[in-house]
């Protein structure tokens, strides 16, 4: 099996140090599984690792394309197992890091839609412009009388979920949920050293979520926002509806104070943290790491002893 690292964890949890870290110490490059990282010009409020630290080991996944273009979990999954095969061709280790755990998850099982490019499609425009016509609700409906367990799980504000459910069943007549039952019985295309960063103090998590929020604005992000909008980046566009984003131009427009924005970001990314941590908790077999009791040292060390442990059992096997 071919083998790599996953660092995942929350927003704000520490992923990028460890990353680069664990990549210095195991000679191995980088592999961003953050799905708002992938656009240029949005280095800020994704917390993008800087140009120092992309200096320090290389990195991959960043920076594909210009805000306001859609990507997909199918074309990640192909341009990113496409990046780690040829890392460990290379002999070295991939060290896939993010917080985006449906990117990680379906890289692991090598998920793929068959006969889904990841590009645009007329049907996917056609099911954008109904969305827009018709609403959520009534396009979650649709949904309801195709894939009746997808639908379940998702809000009628899950626009881009619901669409690409629709579109699914659509191109290949079936549906999302059968895809993924398919993909759960195939063996994974990379064997997985999965790490996730877990706070035992809930609060300590949230500081630094806040102390993030604050640095960013002190960090020009209403300038970076200003830059997109001034690109002609369409305000719908999945990029700029992002926590701290969305925000950021409700400032701009005159519709939030920035005192007020700050709070409403804050709020949003800790709901968001949350969800991360429920995502990631469906990984019962994960090396769990407490940023809150571990210094970064003690974290890489554990990392790489289990990665080398994990090498070793197989040489046995």
Known sequence: MKKLIVIAGPTASG??????????????????ADSMQI????????AKATAAEQAM?????????????????????????????????????????????????????GRRFAGLSGEDSSLQKKLNE???????????????????????????????RIIRALEVFGITGETISAHDAQSREQAPAFDAL????????REKLYRRIEQRVDRMYQDGLLEEVQLLEKAGIPEESTCLQAIGYRQAMQILRGELDQEEAVRITKQATRRYAKRQLTWFRRHGDALRLCPDELSPEEMADRVCEAFVR????????
């Open 57 to 109: 080991v290389p990195h991959h996944m960043l920076d594909l394309l210009p805000p306001g273009e859609n990507y997909s979990v199918s074309r990640y999954v192909e341009e990113a197992s496409a990046v780690c095969e040829d890392i460990i061709g290379r002999g070295r280790v991939p060290v896939v890091t993010g917080g985006t755990g449906l990117y990680i998850d379906a890289l692991l099982a």
């Open 15 to 32: 992923k990028t140090a460890l990353s680069i870290a664990v990549a210095q110490r195991l000679g191995g490059e980088i592999v961003s």
């Open 194 to 201: 999965y790490t996730v960063l877990e706070f035992r103090d």
């Open 310 to 317: 994990m090498k070793e059992s197989e040489a046995y096997d």
């Open 130 to 160: 109904d969305y827009d016509r018709l609403g959520g609700e009534e396009m979650l409906r649709r949904l309801r009388e195709t894939d009746p367990a997808r639908a379940e799980k998702l809000t009628p504000g899950d626009r881009r």
């Open 39 to 46: 656009y240029r010009g949005m280095d800020i409020g994704t």
